[in-house]
């Protein structure tokens, strides 16, 4: 069992489209992170999020934090080839906060 | 680029055979993380160390061991290499506070 569940697993979608990525816990965080990665290559951090509810916008990218900072979510806005690859999200649970988890990750792939 | 080095690129070897990983953290940095990652299996945790001494453990396999040196890179050491340890491995590495991770180009692993 994940202790980051992602979902959507696979999605492919036309240029222009909209499309949310849904990160979910039962644990709770001190922050999530947002990764992207692209094949061959490591992860790229895209932001991280601390405070519950807080909505962090990156250009077309938009990350929510859950109010009680289980889940998150990462919303793109018209999307572009460019945005192709695999998102990952990340974080330390509390209490522990030791060991670092990543999600099971959403490959995403933008058809022009 | 984030500032994490990573060497070889690439790696072929037999099985049976013994390799070594080294990464070399961004400037300041005194955590470093290593991550196992292949195709069947996402993005697996192994082990973190802070400023020289283990900090946390993974999904490690007694034959893997890691340790850190003063000057704070790190090394993967990787022993009776079997077909399924095939993989990329990623070093990250995370600044004194906070928990964001920053990742190397990674190690691809061939083992035939």
């Known amino acids: 069992t994940q202790l980051l569940e992602q979902s959507p697993q696979f999605l492919s979608i036309q240029e222009g489209e909209n499309l949310t990525v849904y990160c979910n816990s039962s644990s709770v965080f001190s922050s999530l992170q947002w990764y992207r990665q692209e094949p061959g290559e490591g992860p790229v951090l895209l932001v991280t999020v601390v405070t519950g509810g807080e909505v962090k916008k990156l250009k077309r990218l938009t990350f929510q934090f859950g109010d009680a900072r289980k889940d998150s979510s990462l919303h793109i806005t018209a999307a572009q080839p460019g945005d192709t690859g695999l998102y990952l999200c990340a974080g330390v649970p509390l209490p522990t906060g030791n060991q670092f988890y990543f999600g099971t990750g959403t490959s995403l792939t933008v058809i022009p | 680029d984030s500032g994490v080095t990573q060497t070889p690129k690439h790696l072929i070897t037999a099985t049976g055979q013994r390799v070594t990983l080294r990464c070399s953290p961004r400037?300041?940095?005194?955590?470093v993380y290593w991550y196992q990652q292949s195709l069947d299996q996402g993005l697996q945790f192994l082990i973190q160390?802070?400023?020289?001494?283990?900090?946390a453990k993974g999904n490690i396999l007694e034959r893997f061991s890691a340790q850190q040196f003063p000057d704070l890179h790190s090394e993967l050491n990787l022993s009776s290499l079997e077909l399924g340890d095939s993989a990329l491995y990623f070093c990250a590495s995370s600044p004194p506070i906070g928990d964001t991770q920053y990742f190397g180009p990674g190690t691809r692993l061939t083992v035939l």
């Open positions: 160390y802070y400023n020289g001494e283990e900090r």
């Open positions: 400037s300041g940095d005194l955590s």
